[in-house]
């Protein structure tokens, strides 16, 4: 089975505090996706990336950014957390499954 | 703007009952995501259907291209398909793979 791992479930940060969201998948997918996802709107996109060191953004970059070094590895940085990043936040790969997409377990982000 | 609606936004249905979700989306696609959120948060991937009708297990997705909706229908419905129900797609116009998402139904069923 595909899988993607979320390195932690829940993190509380303080505000200021510069956060490192993880995400690693073992297909060798080549799209890979951070959303973040709030009551009453879903989830929404953040930013992705389509190879290595390529990234693109998405609807709700303000605030935050990626860094793909590896193929596997996308990871999701707050630059300095503030309390409207509070959320849920899913990772997700795309690659040649019969579902297209797999999802990571989600990290609850708490920021005090 | 592309826009993905969903509905009902809550249903409450007892054990055994047959349950609808339904999903319209505005413009055209070229695939439709139906998601399964579980308490805690990870997604698991239900079905996803660019034609026609599939079928897992007491799950069935159906999708009329020509109206832009789709349904998702659970048979026989447990306590245990209490779970939020996301519906998604992917536009025609996205070279990416990224999908937009709808706001999701939360599904509870009572014994």
């Given at each position: 089975d595909v899988k993607v791992t979320q390195s932690s479930r829940y993190l509380v940060k303080r505000t200021g505090e510069k956060v490192f969201l993880e995400c690693v998948q073992d297909m060798d997918h080549e799209n890979m996706f951070w959303y973040r996802q709030d009551p009453g709107l879903g989830l929404r996109l953040i930013y992705f990336s389509y190879d290595?060191?390529?990234?693109?953004?998405?609807?709700?970059?303000?605030?935050?950014?990626?860094?793909?070094?590896?193929?596997?590895?996308?990871?999701?940085?707050?630059?300095?957390?503030?309390?409207?990043?509070?959320?849920?936040?899913?990772?997700?790969?795309?690659?040649?499954?019969?579902?297209?997409?797999?999802?990571?377990?989600?990290?609850?982000?708490?920021?005090v | 703007k592309n826009e993905v609606e969903q509905s009902p936004q809550n249903l409450t249905a007892q054990e055994g009952e047959f349950i609808t979700i339904n999903c319209s989306y505005s413009v055209g696609i070229s695939a439709l995501h139906w998601l399964q959120q579980h308490p805690g948060g990870g997604i698991v991937?239900?079905?996803?259907?660019?034609?026609?009708?599939?079928?897992?297990?007491?799950?069935?997705?159906?999708?009329?291209?020509?109206?832009?909706?789709?349904?998702?229908?659970?048979?026989?419905?447990?306590?245990?398909?209490?779970?939020?129900?996301?519906?998604?797609?992917?536009?025609?116009?996205?070279?990416?793979?990224?999908?937009?998402?709808?706001?999701?139904?939360?599904?509870?069923?009572?014994?």
């Open positions: 290595v060191k390529m990234k693109e953004k998405g609807d709700i970059p303000e605030g935050y950014s990626v860094s793909r070094e590896k193929k596997e590895r996308f990871s999701l940085i707050l630059e300095s957390a503030s309390t409207n990043q509070t959320s849920m936040y899913l990772c997700a790969s795309r690659g040649q499954t019969i579902y297209g997409y797999t999802f990571g377990s989600g990290t609850r982000l708490t920021v | 991937s239900l079905f996803m259907l660019s034609s026609g009708k599939k079928k897992h297990g007491r799950l069935i997705a159906t999708i009329n291209i020509q109206e832009k909706h789709s349904s998702l229908h659970i048979t026989a419905s447990h306590p245990r398909d209490s779970a939020v129900y996301i519906c998604a797609v992917r536009w025609t116009t996205d070279s990416w793979g990224k999908l937009q998402f709808g706001a999701g139904t939360q599904v509870v069923v009572t014994p």
